[in-house]
């Protein structure tokens, strides 16, 4: 296939407005030109291209290891707060931060817990919660649908998974929302952490209780199968359980949110593919993978480099930082035909918006029921669907593709 895409200058931005709104179309030239690029402003490499990207997240030599480095050099000294350094600690406990053999080990008791059984029969609660959320909103009329249905339907999900009770939800509600910039806007902003180690902190106390207590009276719950998953006498230790417990409650929330919308939006920009989806014509498993290449809520994984190496033609130096952009890749020629054109019959969309390899999605299932649920149902439901005047608002952060609302009129 052909590369059409003017050569960009060079002193691109990655955060910049452009970029931020339409970073496929932004970054379309460095990945025809310079697919593996140092960017001097944020001293990272930026990798857009598809056979780079899936290149680097099977190679070894690019560590998933980003945490305890950063605690080493940033909050190791006598004035690091206590609290500031148990929320990285919980944090540096995520599988997806961890390396070989640890992270085998932890997906592997995880994999017992979190098994494709225990989400097929989730399908009735989530349709159910789907069809209460969408009672909830006028059948006219500017609705806002991230705070209305795409963001409390796996917020509620996750909760429920875990064992959470209902009377609990609004602490845990609250203190997830002091958690989340931590993990959506990276750990580059000391400014947040005072609130953060706070909800962190009341959510590694109000977990530590449910752990015991369904320790002591099991349940049909995540919290229940992760402290009963064992291989050959191993099991999570409680550090463990934290640190997985909040990876899940992080990992699948504002994700599968944006899932939701950004595919509601690319319908609502697609009318021809909407009709399809609201005639039933359309194999929602295909149509799934489509939403997720054409415009997925993961946009950058973030790699360190473990050593001084070649790749591609360039020099890596060991403890540099590496952003894979999964959007821009996603939307390469080279990979897909067409790939600015949303097609939900595209055959076998080897996408790389779940990431790829030993630390691809453990949530993907759950996150596909939910959005396969959600998606059909809210275009569906209002029949004159449209996107409210004013322009979208995108979300600010290199790790995410989401909206921080999107405004509809329903009818
Ligand atoms: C559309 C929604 C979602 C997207 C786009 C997404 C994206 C990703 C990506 C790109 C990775 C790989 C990260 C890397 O290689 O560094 C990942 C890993 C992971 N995700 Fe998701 N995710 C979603 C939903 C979920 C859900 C619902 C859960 C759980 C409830 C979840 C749990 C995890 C976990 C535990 C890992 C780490 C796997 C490992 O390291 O082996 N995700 N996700």
């Not at 991230?146 to 917020?155: Q, T």
């Not at 909760?159 to 990276?186: C, H, I, K, N």
């Not at 989806?277 to 939403?291: G, H, M, Q, S, Y």
């Not at 054109?341 to 996150?367: E, I, S, Y």
Request: charged content about 25%; proline content about 7%; overall charge neutral.
């Amino acid at each position: 296939m052909s590369v059409t895409q003017a050569a960009p200058p060079l002193d691109i931005d990655v955060m910049g407005p452009e970029a931020i709104s339409d970073p496929q179309g932004y970054l379309a030239g460095l990945r025809a030109h310079h697919p593996v690029f140092w960017d001097v402003r944020y001293r990272s490499w930026l990798i857009t291209s598809y056979r780079h990207v899936a290149a680097a997240l099977r190679d070894e030599r690019f560590s998933s290891d980003r945490i305890e480095p950063y605690i080493r050099k940033k909050l190791s000294g006598p004035d690091t707060d206590p609290l500031v350094r148990q929320a990285f600690d919980v944090l540096s406990g995520w599988m997806v931060f961890k390396e070989e053999p640890a992270h085998t080990r932890l997906r592997r008791l995880c994999n017992q817990a979190f098994t494709p059984q225990s989400i097929t029969k989730l399908r009735a609660r989530v349709e159910s919660l789907c069809t209460e959320l969408l009672n909830a909103v006028p059948t006219t009329g500017e609705f806002e649908l991230i705070e209305k249905v795409a963001a409390p339907l796996p917020s509620i999900v996750i909760a429920e998974m875990l064992g959470v009770p209902v009377s609990d939800r609004a602490d845990f509600e609250r203190w997830t929302a002091q958690v989340s910039p931590l993990v959506s806007t990276g750990l580059d902003d000391p400014t947040r952490y005072g609130s953060v180690a706070k909800g962190m902190d009341s959510l590694v106390k109000y977990f530590s209780g449910l752990i015991e207590r369904y320790r002591q009276e099991p349940a049909d719950n995540l919290i229940t199968a992760l402290v009963r998953a064992n291989e050959d006498n191993d099991a999570l230790s409680e550090a463990e359980l934290m640190a997985t417990c909040t990876l899940m409650l992080f990992g699948g929330h504002e994700t599968t949110a944006n899932f939701i919308a950004n595919g509601v939006l690319a319908l609502l920009r697609h009318p021809d593919q909407l009709a399809l989806v609201r005639e039933d014509k359309i194999d929602i498993k295909a149509a799934l993978e489509e939403f997720m290449r054409y415009d997925g809520p993961g946009k950058t994984v973030v790699r360190v480099a473990r050593e001084d190496f070649e790749f591609e033609g360039v020099s890596i130096k060991a403890g540099q930082r590496v952003f894979l952009i999964l959007s821009v890749a996603n939307r390469d020629p080279e990979a897909f035909e067409d790939p600015d054109k949303l097609r939900l019959d595209r055959p076998q969309t080897r996408h790389v918006g779940f990431g790829f390899g030993t630390h691809f999605c453990l949530g993907a299932p759950l996150a596909r029921l939910e959005a396969g649920v959600a998606i059909p149902r809210i275009v569906k439901r209002f029949p004159a669907l449209k996107l409210a005047p004013g322009p979208l608002k995108w979300l600010p952060f290199l790790g995410t593709r989401g909206m921080r609302e999107l405004r509809l009129i329903a009818g």
